[in-house]
């Protein structure tokens, strides 16, 4: 404990220092997360997970004692892709391959369909009833359906606690939808985009952005009656991509086909997403890209704490609140509305 006082930041509030000083709980937990305790590791993450205001300082703690003792060469793969494109079966068969290539892995898995039906996670659970079996594979299903597209303000801290877990890789399945895929990328090491077969057809309708962040798209069902489409689907993409730039200078685009359950194109998938993060770990390049999420990551947090530290100030509130009852009064025109709500706040800030 005292040698770890010393690298308490300072800046933390005083409570989270405390506690940090204090208990043996942090301690305890961090242990359990090292030794990839899967009960412990659930604790660790429910914990992460709780807007409450004491797990949130055990939370805090236990996220400062970990600090950068993580696994640095723990890949990040994120797939994405709407729901029943086979996600969580391709998380099964690639999981399958992660594990016969001798390495560990955690999964969070989303399943968006558990918010209405509250106990389709049992869906996921036979869907990766095959990894679930082994002891060097932790799956941690999101609890419901408030997470947008599988993306929370914790899971970043909760792949962070994954990360302590010394997994050689962490699976984060996210649904695709609104602004979740550009949080996730910013998650992520490697980018899977899962298509279903015939999903060439919306090529138009796939936002530009998402094609060129996906590192690998992959069409999946490559078999039964969807395997001549699924052919057809993977030459319209490659047709696509040759038109688009990926965001990663060094990388072109791959579009592969597989089968989540015949396990038809999973080796050679497995074998490229190992290829791309164990060259970039090489190169340095992922680290890179690392740095370069995170300080995005930060601009955007510090952006959005501002943003719900100033609209919580009751002045401001007032100011807001005056000028909507004069649109909604129609007292005065938006545009002067929009004048007068700028200058008054212009003073609050000049005050300070
Ligand atoms: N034929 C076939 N069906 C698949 C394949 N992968 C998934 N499915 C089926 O597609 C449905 C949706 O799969 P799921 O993994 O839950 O999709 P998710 O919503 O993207 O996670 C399930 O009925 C799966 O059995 C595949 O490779 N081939
Ligand atoms: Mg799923």
């Known amino acids: 404990m005292s040698k770890r006082k010393s690298h308490i930041n300072p800046n933390l509030s005083k409570n989270v220092r405390k506690r940090l000083q204090d208990t043996h709980s942090t301690d305890a937990l961090l242990e359990g997360v090292r030794s990839k305790n899967r009960q412990i590791l659930a604790q660790a993450i429910t914990l992460v997970e709780s ?18 003792n ?3 060469h723990c890949g990040r793969i994120v797939i994405t892709g709407s729901p029943g494109a086979g996600k969580s079966t391709l998380i099964n068969a690639l999981g399958n391959e992660i594990v016969k290539a001798g390495k560990s892995l955690a999964i969070l898995a989303t399943d968006p369909s558990s918010a209405i039906s509250q106990g389709s996670i049992l869906g996921d ?4 009833a095959d990894i679930g079996k082994s002891e060097a594979v932790f799956i941690r299903p999101t609890p419901s359906g408030n997470y947008l597209g599988g993306i929370s303000k914790s899971t970043l801290e909760t792949m962070q606690i994954c990360e302590a877990a010394h997994f050689d890789f962490i699976i984060l399945e ?13 998650l992520s090491d490697i980018f899977l985009l899962l298509l279903n077969p015939g999903a060439g057809d919306e090529i138009q309708g796939i936002k530009r952005g998402i094609m060129e962040m996906a590192d690998i798209v992959c069409i999946n069902k490559y078999d039964t009656q969807t395997k001549e489409l699924a052919e057809a689907t993977e030459k319209k993409y490659k047709n696509a991509i040759k038109l688009l730039q990926n965001n990663r200078e060094d990388w072109e685009t791959k579009v592969l086909k597989v089968s989540s359950i015949t396990q038809v194109g999973i080796p050679a998938l497995w074998k490229c997403i190992d290829q791309f993060i164990s060259s970039r770990i090489a190169s340095g390049l992922l680290e890179q890209q690392r740095v370069a999420n995170n300080l995005s990551i930060l601009q955007e947090k510090a952006e959005n704490y501002l943003l719900s530290k100033h609209l919580a100030n009751t002045s401001i509130q007032t100011i807001i609140e005056r000028n909507r009852a004069y649109i909604a009064n129609n007292e005065t025109t938006l545009l002067n509305a929009l004048l007068g709500m700028y200058s008054e706040l212009d003073k609050i800030f000049e005050d300070k």
Request: proline share 3%; no cysteine; aromatic share 6%.
């Open 70 to 72: 993580k696994n640095p």
């Open 125 to 128: 659970k036979t869907r990766m």
């Open 174 to 186: 996210t649904v695709g939808v609104g602004q979740s895929e550009y949080e996730s990328y910013k």
């Open 51 to 68: 807007t409450h205001a004491d797990d949130r300082l055990a939370a805090d703690a236990l996220l400062t004692a970990i600090g950068s």
